[in-house]
T-cell receptor, first 108, second 114 residues
C-alpha cells in the first residue's frame, strides 16, 4: 500500500518563529504533492501544492520537494497563533495518499 | 469558488440501521471521494467515483457502498451501521483529469453509532 509518513510529534513554536514539517512518501511514481491545514473539528483545506523538485513559496508558506529522496517539507515563516492546526501531507499519482498529520501549536 | 456540501454535520444512529450520507458539489467535478478520519489513523479512502454510475473501492470499503446517479451527488451508504463505523466522514471532489489532483473537501459528517 502506498504510504505517506509524517513521523514527528506535536510541534510547539513561539510566535514569529519558523515551523518546519517533514513528510516522506513510498510511491516513487507520485507526481502531485499537497499540504493541507485542518483546524480541530473542521475539514482539510489546501494551503500548498507542488509538482516539481525545488521550492515553491506562497506568502509565509514554502513547500520543498525532493523526488530523489521522496521527501516533501513545509516551512511556515513568522508563525502566528492562527497557524495552530494539524497539517496533512499528501502525495500520489493516480490516487492521493494522506499522512496522519502533524499538530502545530504556536505559542503567543 | 468550489463548494462541497454534506447533508449533515452531526448524525447519531443505532446499530443495525441503514445510514445514508450525501455529498453534493457545485463545480461540475468529475471525481468524487469518500474518506473517514479517525484519531491516529488519519484519512482513509473508502470509495471513489470518476464518473456517473462508476465507482471504485478504496482502502477500506468493507461495510460501505456508494451511489452516484448524478454527476454532482455522491452518496455513502452504511447498509447496517456498527459501532466501529463511528467516525468523521469527509467527502471530496476533484476536477476532470488526474485523480491525484487538488481535493476540495466538504465540512464533514461526524457519525456516532450507538
Amino acid at each position: 500500500q502506498k504510504e505517506v509518513e509524517q513521523n514527528s510529534g506535536p510541534l510547539s513554536v513561539p510566535e514569529g518563529a519558523i515551523a518546519s514539517l517533514n513528510c516522506t512518501y513510498s510511491d516513487r511514481g507520485s507526481q502531485s504533492f499537497f499540504w493541507y491545514r485542518q483546524y480541530s473539528g473542521k475539514s482539510p483545506e489546501l494551503i500548498m501544492s507542488i509538482y516539481s523538485n525545488g521550492d515553491k513559496e506562497d506568502g509565509r508558506f514554502t513547500a520543498q520537494l525532493n523526488k530523489a529522496s521522496q521527501y516533501v517539507s513545509l516551512l511556515i515563516r513568522d508563525s502566528q497563533p492562527s497557524d495552530s492546526a494539524t497539517y496533512l501531507c499528501s502525495a500520489g499519482n493516480n490516487r492521493l495518499a494522506f499522512g496522519k498529520g502533524n499538530q502545530v501549536v504556536v505559542i503567543p | 469558488d468550489v463548494k462541497v456540501t454534506q447533508s449533515s454535520r452531526y448524525l447519531v444512529k443505532r446499530t443495525g440501521e441503514k445510514v445514508f450520507l450525501e455529498c453534493v458539489q457545485d463545480m461540475d467535478h468529475e471525481n468524487m471521494f469518500w474518506y473517514r478520519q479517525d484519531p491516529g489513523l488519519g484519512l482513509r479512502l473508502i470509495y471513489f467515483s470518476y464518473d456517473v454510475k462508476m465507482k471504485e473501492k478504496g482502502d477500506i470499503p468493507e461495510g460501505y457502498s456508494v451511489s452516484r446517479e448524478k454527476k454532482e451527488r455522491f452518496s455513502l451508504i452504511l447498509e447496517s451501521a456498527s459501532t466501529n463505523q463511528t467516525s468523521m466522514y469527509l467527502c471530496a471532489s476533484t476536477p476532470a483529469g488526474e485523480l491525484a489532483d487538488t481535493q476540495y473537501f466538504g465540512p464533514g459528517t461526524r457519525l456516532t453509532v450507538l
